[in-house]
Nanobody, 124 residues
Framework: QVDLVESGGGLVQTGGSLRLSCVDS????????IGWFRQAPGKEREFVAA????????VYADSLKRRFTISKDNAKNTVYLQMNSLELEDTAIYYC?????????????????WGQGTQVTVSS
C-alpha cells in the first residue's frame, strides 16, 4: 500500500527557507520516482522536482532549480525538498507523489499516487 506523508510546510517571510519532507512509508516500489509538485490558489498543479529511486538522478523545473534542492535519505524512506530564497510566488500547497519505474517523470498525470499536501505560505 502506497502511503506518502508530507510535512515541513508553514509560514515564512520572503527570503527565508523551508525544508519539506515526504515519507514513503510503504516503499511499495523498489524502483520508483518521487516528485514534488505544487498548486497555488486558482492555478494548475505544477512540477517542482523529482528524484529517482534507487540512485541520485534528479530533475527540476527550470525556474526553480537555482533555489530548490531535492534529496533523499534511503534509510528513512524520505525525500526532502530544500527551498531557499523563498518568494511570494512560492506560496502553494506542496505535494509529493510517486510512481513505479525508473525515469525522470515531470508530468502530473504520470504519478498515480499522491500525498495529502503541505501548505507553504510566504509573506512579505
Amino acid at each position: 500500500q502506497v502511503d506518502l506523508v508530507e510535512s515541513g510546510g508553514g509560514l515564512v517571510q520572503t527570503g527565508g527557507s523551508l525544508r519539506l519532507s515526504c515519507v514513503d512509508s510503504g516503499r511499495t516500489f523498489v524502483v520508483s520516482a518521487i516528485g514534488w509538485f505544487r498548486q497555488a490558489p486558482g492555478k494548475e498543479r505544477e512540477f517542482v522536482a523529482a528524484i529517482a529511486w534507487p540512485g541520485e538522478n534528479s530533475v527540476y523545473a527550470d525556474s526553480l532549480k537555482r533555489r530548490f534542492t531535492i534529496s533523499k535519505d534511503n534509510a528513512k524512506n524520505t525525500v526532502y525538498l530544500q527551498m531557499n530564497s523563498l518568494e511570494l510566488e512560492d506560496t502553494a500547497i506542496y505535494y509529493c507523489a510517486t510512481r513505479p519505474g525508473y525515469g525522470m517523470y515531470t508530468g502530473v498525470s504520470e504519478y498515480p499516487y499522491w500525498g495529502q499536501g503541505t501548505q507553504v505560505t510566504v509573506s512579505s
